[in-house]
């Protein structure tokens, strides 16, 4: 009888594995293996970090903090083969030998979002460095921002040498982003509500951060929408 109840305790965990919010869980789970734990005066780690700027709320996955940058990690548990480039509105996940094609949100303008209301918050835009995390895709993509598999956190991790954060420093933004961690401005709810109204603009090619028109300008990979209000508003959006 007990070999029974292993038996389908064991299928119903499995099972859940397979579904989208179970490799959800799982790849963020990962992703904090990666990570590691915090490390006073030295190394900060935040997961799942709800944060609020001018009444548009963010919600991050995983930030990592230590003297040489702010690490703003997005992280992407799609499977298939993944193809886009660093501004193109949306990307292509493409399964079943291309039977089957799902477009989802640039990862890399979404980070960038998330970047500019935490630059914002803390004020300082000069520290961010974005990486973006398939844990099980093939990635077909043409990107300058760091995008890949879990070794790509630790190479950019190394890459950074240059400090640029005393401790004071370090210890002060962690503050400001904890007291967001600990006490969350939004509901999951409301900020479901905020990324249809920032789509919604986005689409009608008004700028979600300042409110200004999007105009089409030429860039390395192509033409994309740019706020007119640049430089002081540097949001893009891919065509």
Not at 6 to 25: D, E, M
Not at 184 to 192: A, G, R, T
């Amino acid at each position: 009888m007990e070999w029974i109840i292993f038996a389908v305790v064991l299928f119903l965990i499995v099972t859940f594995f397979k579904t989208p919010t179970g490799k959800g869980i799982w790849g963020e789970f990962q992703v904090k293996m990666v990570l590691g734990k915090n490390k006073p005066d030295t190394k900060y780690v935040i997961n799942n970090l709800m944060i609020i700027n001018d009444g548009k709320s963010s919600q991050i996955d995983h930030l990592v903090m230590n003297k040489t940058g702010i690490f703003v990690i997005e992280t992407k548990n799609y499977s298939g083969r993944i193809y886009g480039n660093e501004d193109q509105k949306e990307w292509t996940q493409v399964l079943s030998y291309g039977k089957v094609k799902n477009r989802f949100y640039n990862p890399i303008l979404q980070n960038r979002t998330h970047i500019f209301a935490l630059s914002k918050l803390i004020g300082r835009s000069d520290c961010f460095i974005s990486i973006i995390v398939f844990p099980k895709a093939q990635l077909m993509t043409n990107t300058n921002t760091s995008v890949g598999y879990f070794g790509s956190i630790k190479r950019r991790y190394k890459a950074q040498t240059k400090e640029i954060f005393s401790v004071e420093e370090l210890n002060r933004i962690h503050g400001i982003l904890m007291e967001y961690k600990n006490n969350p401005p939004v509901s999951n709810k409301q900020h479901i509500e905020s990324i249809k109204t920032m789509r919604k603009n986005i689409d009608e090619n008004v700028c979600p951060r300042c409110g200004k028109p999007l105009v089409l300008k030429a860039g390395q990979y192509g033409s994309f929408y740019g706020c007119s209000g640049y430089p002081k508003c540097t949001f893009r959006k891919g065509r």
